[in-house]
């Protein structure tokens, strides 16, 4: 394992509460695009690699036979097993996207959300050919705020410029298409908008392993420009935060 690779596990470390509490949902519409366009059932194993807190696994637990929840980072993996405790079909599985310690063609569908970003992609694609089943597909679920919205997006978008480390993260969309190409490449947007506290707005952002926790040098100041933003656009206590949950999906 490299050390990237191990760095990239460990991103969320110290986040797990902001993530689980206050990291968008996926919109519950995109249960419809997985059963009705996909054909996930209750005789469906999925493999949610990446699963953190369990917000992918939550989405298809209610429609699945069975659902392993693959996660690497203790904290996040911790709080997904205490949150689905009371699902009979949901598996925590300590592993990484590149060995999943799955067997051989066990899923019918392999899922990812955000965490799609930070695996080593050739070795992860490989996993899922690896683990799914003939004629399965690869699903990335991703929630994309829509900082073109709105004055307000556009500073939340701000925030994060300033604020934030600075990475090269390739285009989802673009990267999605390498690997299935363009005919082979679905997708379905749906919106997931919403209305933000202050505390709501704050944990998101912290929620976001580019942004400073408590004890950086600029997590003070962040929160300081964050709180301006939010008081310069709310009403009644709520600023809007536009966004889309949209589905990506294709066969390996």
């Not at 997904?80 to 009371?86: H, V």
């Not at 009979?88 to 899922?111: K, W, Y």
């Amino acid at each position: 394992m490299t050390g990237t690779l191990i760095d990239n596990t460990q991103r969320f470390s110290g986040r797990a509460e902001y993530y689980r509490n206050y990291r968008a949902r996926y919109s519950p519409l995109a249960r419809r695009v997985l059963t009705n366009r996909l054909g996930l059932s209750a005789d469906s194993v999925v493999a949610d690699i990446g699963s953190g807190t369990g917000h992918s696994s939550l989405l298809v637990l209610p429609c699945a036979k069975l659902v392993y929840g693959v996660e690497p980072n203790e904290n996040m993996r911790r709080a997904a097993e205490r949150d689905l405790s009371g699902c009979p079909n949901f598996r925590s599985v300590a592993a990484v996207a590149e060995a999943t310690t799955l067997p051989d063609r066990v899923a019918d569908f392999v899922v990812a959300g955000s965490a799609f970003h930070w695996f080593d992609r050739q070795r992860s694609l490989q996993e899922c050919k690896r683990i799914l089943k003939a004629g399965g597909h690869l699903v990335v679920l991703a929630n994309h705020p829509r900082r073109d919205a709105s004055s307000f997006m556009q500073a939340y978008g701000e925030v994060f410029e300033r604020y934030g480390e600075r990475r090269h993260r390739a285009n989802l969309r673009s990267t999605l298409t390498d690997i299935f190409g363009e005919r082979g490449l679905s997708t379905a947007a749906i919106d997931n908008s919403e209305r933000l506290s202050l505390a709501q707005l704050a944990g998101r952002v912290l929620s976001y392993s580019s942004m400073p926790l408590a004890g950086h040098r600029q997590h003070e100041a962040m929160l300081a420009k964050l709180e301006r933003v939010f008081h310069q656009y709310q009403t009644g206590g709520f600023v809007p935060f536009a966004a889309q949950t949209v589905v990506y999906w294709g066969k390996l």
